[in-house]
């Protein structure tokens, strides 16, 4: 059986975390925690799913706080998988001070990612892809058997992500989507970390920044 995919909105900021299950395994993992993820775990609850991994893309605050909500629920032993290079960023809580939002992360990586790494979840693998540019250290999870990137910040549909904030670097981001994203299949699905899915196709067609 594959993995399912759940996508809640949720937070002040609209965010997307993606819930990953694996049936079968009874096991589950986020993808970009907001604010609000007590409702992702109510679901892993009523679907009697143990949350073992969390991927972050990226370290904003707003793409880790749900870490903060449901922490003491995990199972000791979670895996919360971040690149090294923005550590530090969710060192300064994500950069809530920048929003004058009163956050402090609780908890801290446990594993750090590379540029292609393979990680095994449930029957399945998901590939990293660095793509800097929003942040330093941020990165993309590609489960290539379905098709599907969770692109955290890295592109929207119709847009791109902002690159004013300490760290960012246009020329970078765009680097990143045509090294990392472009090459991709057309009907590759990206899930993005606010607003509506779109596909490679699409952004190929529709997105200026293409």
């Not at 007590?38 to 991994?53: A, G, R, S």
């Not at 990612?113 to 990165?139: A, K, M, N, Y």
Request: net charge negative; glycine share 8%.
């Amino acid at each position: 059986m594959s993995i399912t995919i759940t996508a809640f909105t949720i937070g002040p900021m609209g965010n997307n975390s993606y819930l990953l299950a694996d049936p079968q395994q009874k096991i589950a993992a986020i993808v970009d925690p907001s604010f609000g993820s007590n409702k992702v775990l109510d679901y892993c609850e009523k679907n009697q799913l143990i949350i073992t991994d969390i991927f972050c893309t990226h370290a904003h605050f707003d793409h880790i706080a749900g870490i903060n909500e449901i922490s003491e629920k995990l199972e000791k032993d979670v895996r919360i998988w971040l690149h090294v290079d923005d550590l530090p960023l969710w060192k300064m809580n994500g950069g809530a001070d920048y929003f004058d939002f009163p956050f402090q992360i609780s908890c801290q990586p446990t594993n750090f990612v590379s540029h292609l790494d393979q990680i095994t979840f449930g029957g399945d693998q998901l590939e990293v892809r660095l793509t800097p540019g929003h942040t330093p250290g941020h990165v993309v999870y590609y489960l290539k058997s379905q098709n599907i990137v969770f692109s955290g910040d890295l592109v929207f549909r119709q847009s791109v992500g902002r690159t004013d904030l300490e760290g960012g670097n246009h020329l970078i981001l765009l680097q990143s989507i045509d090294l990392q994203i472009k090459n991709l299949p057309d009907e590759t699905r990206l899930l993005s970390g606010h607003g509506p899915e779109t596909t490679v196709g699409f952004e190929k067609k529709y997105n200026p920044f293409f």
